[in-house]
């Protein structure tokens, strides 16, 4: 059995749901931590419970089918999580898939980024059978981060060479008005100084392994008027960004999209194996990703917590032997595995949920 009773109270003052489907959540969260699985079979395995594996199973199903998780009081529980959550912010989108049989899991998903990694913040399901998203999906996405949250809030958002396109610049440019940096194929047409165009690549030529170059001047591309900024990577691949926003630093902004994708691999091959879920119904899945957000957001900050009296060892080759989302993970496990004999400690590390 695991004392569930700490992170209960946390999640009935946050979300209000009567005492059954809180102790049900909580209990879930836990058995994700020690499972490290959404396959809901092994889930129910490893619940503590007197009833049938079968039983337990059939509990889990019925969860994910008949309740609602608002995603906007999660949204908003979230964004009180993220560590930087009173200051401006810069939004990562991207989106994650895997397949399921014939099924496509297709997730759009919008980001803060932090400091080599990035808080989720906001999601939706693609039913466009795995492909990319379009430029509706994209705004809706954003103006409902904007409902909740307001335009003021977002200091910038970065994209990779899928989210491009003269409509959806035309939305960050004119109707959000908030800087950008997209990436974009080195193969697209800008115009030139003087008259004509080229192909994106063409811009820097000079540039050497490790260097960055932006354009001084706003060229044209898709009909807007932007900053172009280049870079060359030690492997010698070429990044050509589109900015609204004339700064030294554009690079180095865009490549924190990175941070999106160390996020994805926490809840998936890193952490808590999203992929091996069999649920293919997009409203269940979106609420596995809601109790996932929660579940990552608790391990990162157990383990910056952690970091704080026991830095992460480097290694020889100058990384780091963990990463703060693994040391939290691991640390998280062993309090939930000891939470009736621990009770202090358990007690200590769920409090980093509270938001009061």
Same mark, same amino acid.
């Given at each position: 059995?695991?004392?569930?009773?700490?992170?209960?109270?946390?999640?009935?003052?946050?979300? $209000?749901?009567? #005492?059954?489907?809180?102790?049900?959540?909580? #209990?879930?969260?836990? =058995?994700?931590?020690?499972?490290?699985?959404?396959?809901?079979?092994?889930?129910?395995?490893?619940?503590?419970?007197?009833?049938?594996?079968?039983?337990?199973?059939?509990? *889990? %199903?019925?969860?994910?089918?008949?309740?609602?998780?608002?995603?906007?009081?999660?949204?908003?529980?979230?964004?009180?999580?993220?560590?930087?959550?009173?200051?401006?912010?810069?939004?990562?989108?991207?989106?994650?898939?895997?397949?399921?049989?014939?099924?496509?899991?297709?997730?759009?998903?919008?980001?803060?980024?932090?400091? /080599?990694?990035?808080?989720?913040?906001?999601?939706?399901?693609?039913?466009?059978?795995?492909?990319?998203?379009?430029?509706?999906?994209?705004?809706?996405?954003?103006?409902?981060?904007?409902?909740?949250? $307001?335009?003021?809030?977002?200091?910038?958002?970065?994209?990779?060479?899928?989210?491009? /396109?003269?409509?959806?610049?035309?939305?960050?440019?004119?109707?959000?008005?908030?800087?950008? *940096?997209?990436?974009?194929?080195?193969?697209?047409?800008?115009?030139?100084? %003087?008259? /004509?165009?080229?192909?994106?690549?063409?811009?820097?030529?000079?540039?050497?392994?490790?260097?960055?170059?932006?354009?001084?001047?706003?060229?044209?591309?898709?009909?807007?008027? #932007?900053?172009?900024?280049?870079?060359?990577?030690?492997?010698?691949?070429?990044?050509?960004?589109?900015?609204?926003?004339?700064?030294?630093?554009?690079?180095?902004?865009?490549?924190?999209?990175?941070?999106?994708?160390?996020?994805?691999?926490?809840?998936?091959?890193?952490?808590?194996?999203?992929?091996?879920?069999?649920?293919?119904?997009?409203?269940?899945?979106?609420?596995?990703?809601?109790?996932?957000?929660?579940?990552?957001?608790?391990?990162?900050?157990? $383990?910056?917590?952690?970091?704080?009296?026991?830095?992460?060892?480097?290694?020889?080759? $100058?990384?780091?032997?963990?990463?703060?989302?693994? =040391?939290? #993970?691991?640390?998280?496990? /062993?309090?939930?595995?000891?939470?009736? =004999?621990? =009770?202090?400690?358990?007690?200590?590390?769920?409090?980093?949920?509270?938001?009061?």
């Amino acid at each position: 059995m695991y004392n569930t009773k700490p992170l209960e109270k946390i999640l009935k003052n946050e979300f $209000g749901f009567h #005492l059954a489907r809180i102790k049900l959540i909580a #209990l879930f969260l836990c =058995v994700i931590y020690i499972a490290r699985s959404t396959n809901l079979s092994k889930i129910a395995s490893m619940m503590p419970s007197n009833t049938k594996i079968d039983s337990r199973y059939k509990k *889990c %199903q019925r969860f994910f089918a008949d309740f609602e998780l608002d995603e906007i009081n999660i949204s908003k529980f979230l964004m009180k999580l993220y560590p930087g959550n009173k200051s401006k912010i810069c939004l990562a989108m991207d989106r994650t898939n895997w397949k399921f049989g014939k099924s496509n899991i297709n997730i759009l998903s919008l980001c803060i980024t932090h400091e /080599g990694i990035a808080f989720p913040i906001l999601w939706s399901m693609l039913d466009n059978n795995g492909g990319s998203s379009n430029t509706k999906q994209r705004i809706q996405l954003i103006e409902k981060f904007v409902s909740i949250f $307001g335009a003021d809030r977002i200091e910038s958002i970065i994209c990779d060479r899928e989210f491009i /396109g003269e409509d959806w610049i035309d939305y960050l440019k004119n109707k959000l008005k908030v800087n950008f *940096c997209i990436r974009i194929k080195d193969i697209e047409y800008i115009s030139k100084k %003087q008259y /004509g165009k080229s192909h994106a690549k063409n811009f820097f030529k000079n540039l050497r392994r490790g260097e960055t170059k932006t354009i001084k001047n706003r060229r044209i591309i898709w009909g807007h008027k #932007l900053y172009i900024a280049g870079a060359k990577s030690e492997k010698g691949e070429l990044i050509v960004i589109i900015t609204d926003k004339n700064e030294d630093k554009a690079i180095a902004k865009y490549l924190k999209r990175w941070e999106i994708e160390t996020f994805f691999k926490c809840i998936k091959s890193s952490g808590f194996n999203m992929e091996d879920t069999h649920l293919h119904d997009t409203k269940k899945i979106c609420k596995m990703y809601g109790l996932l957000a929660i579940a990552f957001c608790w391990a990162y900050l157990s $383990g910056e917590l952690e970091c704080r009296h026991n830095p992460i060892r480097i290694k020889k080759h $100058g990384r780091k032997a963990k990463s703060v989302f693994r =040391v939290g #993970l691991d640390i998280i496990t /062993g309090r939930i595995k000891d939470s009736l =004999v621990k =009770v202090k400690e358990f007690l200590a590390i769920t409090k980093l949920l509270s938001c009061t």
